[in-house]
C-alpha cells in the first residue's frame, strides 16, 4: 500500500466535515491533512499556501472547488503529487454567463443573505435523494455560515479568474482516480467521463445513489473507491 500522506482540498464553502467520514476512515492507516482552500484570493495563491505547509510528497484528492485547486497545484508541482483524485470536479474555465451569475450571489453575500443564497440557491441542486438528505443539508449551511460571507466572495471570485485546465488534464501521468456521483446535476456524468478519457492513467468510478456531495451521501462507497486508489 502506498504510505504517502493524504491532503483533501474541500469544496466552495465546505470545511473539514465535508471528508469527515474519510478522515476518519483512512486516517488510521497513513496521515490525512485538510487544505486550506478558504484561504487566499484566486485559486494560484491558493496553491501555492498549500504546497508551502504539505508534506515533500503527497496523494491529493480535490472535491469541486478543492478539485480546480489541486489541478493547479499538479501543474505547479507535479513531481510532488504521487496521485491525484478529483471529486465531482470542473476543469473548465468560467464561461461569461456563469460569471454574471454569480454577481447577485455575490452582492447578496456582501448584504447579509448569505444563508439565502446557500439555502435556495445553491445547496438543493446537490444532493440526491437518500435517508440522509435533510441532516447533509443542514450540515452544508452550518459550513457556509461558519465559514462567513467573506469567504463566499473570496471563493467565487477566483472561480469567476480560473484558468481552464483541460489541456493540462492530458500531462498528468500519476494514477488518477476521477469520482462523482451518478445523480449529480452541477458536474454530470459526462464531464466526469470527458475529464477520465483526457487523464490516460485515470479510473472512473462512479457512486450510486449521490449526487454531488458523495463523500457525505455515500460514505462508504467513497472511502472503499479512495483506498482502492491509495493502495
Not at 75 to 104: F, H, K, Q
Not at 188 to 197: K, T
Not at 199 to 208: C, D, G, H, M
Request: include cysteine; aromatic fraction near 4%; hydrophobic fraction near 45%.
Amino acid at each position: 500500500m502506498n504510505l504517502d500522506p493524504l491532503v483533501v482540498l474541500p469544496d466552495m464553502m465546505c470545511d473539514a466535515r465535508l471528508f469527515a467520514p474519510q478522515i476518519d476512515g483512512l486516517s488510521h492507516d497513513r496521515a490525512v491533512m485538510v487544505g486550506p482552500v478558504h484561504l487566499g484570493e484566486r485559486v494560484e495563491e491558493r496553491a501555492s499556501m498549500i504546497l508551502d505547509m504539505a508534506p515533500r510528497r503527497f496523494a491529493l484528492c480535490g472535491h469541486g472547488f478543492g478539485g480546480t485547486v489541486a489541478l493547479e497545484i499538479l501543474r505547479r508541482a507535479p513531481t510532488r503529487v504521487s496521485r491525484l483524485c478529483l471529486i465531482a470536479t470542473n476543469p473548465m474555465g468560467e464561461t461569461p454567463v456563469r460569471a454574471a451569475e454569480r454577481e447577485p450571489q455575490i452582492i447578496a453575500a456582501r448584504t447579509g443573505r448569505l444563508e439565502q443564497v446557500i439555502r435556495e440557491e445553491l445547496i438543493p441542486e446537490l444532493l440526491a435523494e437518500t435517508p440522509f438528505k435533510a441532516h447533509i443539508f443542514d450540515m452544508m449551511v452550518d459550513m457556509a455560515l461558519s465559514l462567513g460571507p467573506d469567504v463566499f466572495v473570496r471563493q467565487s471570485r477566483a472561480l469567476q479568474k480560473r484558468r481552464d485546465y483541460q489541456r493540462s488534464l492530458a500531462l498528468i501521468k500519476c494514477p488518477c482516480l476521477v469520482l462523482c456521483g451518478a445523480e449529480d446535476l452541477v458536474t454530470p456524468l459526462q464531464r466526469q467521463e470527458f475529464i477520465a478519457e483526457l487523464i490516460e492513467p485515470a479510473e472512473l468510478v462512479v457512486i450510486e445513489n449521490a449526487g454531488h456531495i458523495p463523500t457525505l451521501e455515500q460514505p462508504a462507497a467513497t472511502i472503499s473507491a479512495l483506498r482502492h486508489w491509495l493502495t
